[in-house]
């Protein structure tokens, strides 16, 4: 089996402090980690893995420094890991990031088809959850998303099975290989890196792709020519003034008598409330 987990190298987002003055991202010295959502993908790839084999490639794309993320993610026991790193994707939007992600995965697969390419549900940075329904658009894949389970994987049959958080319940969804999963927070408990992996991913050569190497046909399309968004202002969240009440209720003899009571409270509390509301039963 083998399988491509796509991880983003992202500031510590515990880190990061807004300029209070010119509202922009502080970056300084804030250190960079794997992008915490790609790493339970990366588990559940491994355990696949354990149980058929195969290898997990991780792939990243990023500058050079991201070959650090990739590291770890060897330590884990990933197979090889390839960071796609060169100037002309700098200032890459989702839909450029998928474009190069999805050419260099159709590269990786001219070495040995690819089963399941799996990303994280979203990034702690860009937080648009839009790469991997983007790479699964561009290369023909069946696009699982939120997943928080996979139930079966029956490599014969090329079929895969997986439970999905949905509004309202989970869903149980049925398709064939090869499928690109977005995999849910939450949903496994990372291993911990083993001595032998450790030895091995400072050893491995961590591969690295420049534009041509990843395959990508049309420059126009990658990095900030190939990008349509424009972030035109990041801020942090306005902090609340007012804050919330507890509101005791007397004795009261039934769930009803303690709900009128809370009303009750809350009316002679806020009468604009009381009024508010009579107004528009009015209407
Ligand atoms: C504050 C901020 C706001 C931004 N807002 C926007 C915006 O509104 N629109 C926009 O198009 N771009 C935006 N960007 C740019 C965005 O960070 C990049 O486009 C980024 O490369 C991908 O988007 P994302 O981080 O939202 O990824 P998501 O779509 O949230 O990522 C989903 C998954 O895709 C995989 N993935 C994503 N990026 C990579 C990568 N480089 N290498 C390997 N795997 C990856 C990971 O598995 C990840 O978990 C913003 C960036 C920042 C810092």
Redesign the pocket.
């Known amino acids: 089996m083998h399988i491509v987990?796509?991880?983003?190298q992202?500031p510590d987002s515990a880190q990061i402090r807004v300029h209070p003055v010119t509202n922009t991202?502080m970056r300084q010295g804030v250190p960079a980690i794997v992008?915490p959502?790609?790493l339970f993908?990366l588990e559940e790839a491994l355990r696949l893995k354990d149980e058929f084999g195969g290898r997990v490639t991780v792939?990243?794309?990023?500058p050079p420094q991201a070959e650090e993320s990739l590291r770890k993610c060897l330590s884990f026991g990933a197979t090889d890991a390839i960071l796609?790193t060169d100037r002309a994707f700098a200032g890459?939007?989702?839909?450029?990031?998928s474009y190069a992600?999805a050419a260099a995965i159709r590269r990786i697969g001219e070495q040995q088809a690819v089963d399941l390419v799996?990303?994280?549900?979203?990034?702690i940075?860009?937080?648009?959850?839009?790469?991997?329904p983007?790479?699964a658009k561009r290369l023909g894949l069946n696009l699982l998303t939120y997943v928080s389970r996979i139930v079966r994987v029956d490599l014969d049959a090329r079929r895969i099975q997986v439970e999905r958080r949905a509004e309202g319940g989970v869903q149980l969804l049925d398709t064939t290989l090869p499928s690109l999963i977005?995999m849910l927070e939450g949903t496994n408990e990372m291993r911990f890196a083993t001595m032998d992996d450790m030895l091995r991913a400072a050893r491995c050569p961590v591969k690295r792709w420049n534009k041509d190497d990843a395959g990508i046909e049309d420059v126009g399309r990658i990095g900030l020519k190939g990008?349509p968004?424009v972030?035109s202002k990041?801020f942090g969240p306005t902090p609340r003034t007012e804050r919330a009440e507890m509101a005791t209720v007397g004795d009261a003899t039934s769930p009803a008598d303690a709900a009128l009571n809370l009303v009750q409270a809350v009316f002679t509390r806020h009468p604009d409330i009381e009024a508010g509301l009579l107004r528009g039963l009015s209407h």
């Open positions: 987990v796509c991880v983003k992202v991202i992008n959502y790609d993908a792939l990243c794309m990023g796609v890459a939007d989702t839909l450029a990031t992600l799996f990303t994280g549900k979203q990034t940075d860009g937080d648009t959850a839009q790469v991997g983007g790479v977005t990008s968004t972030v990041v």
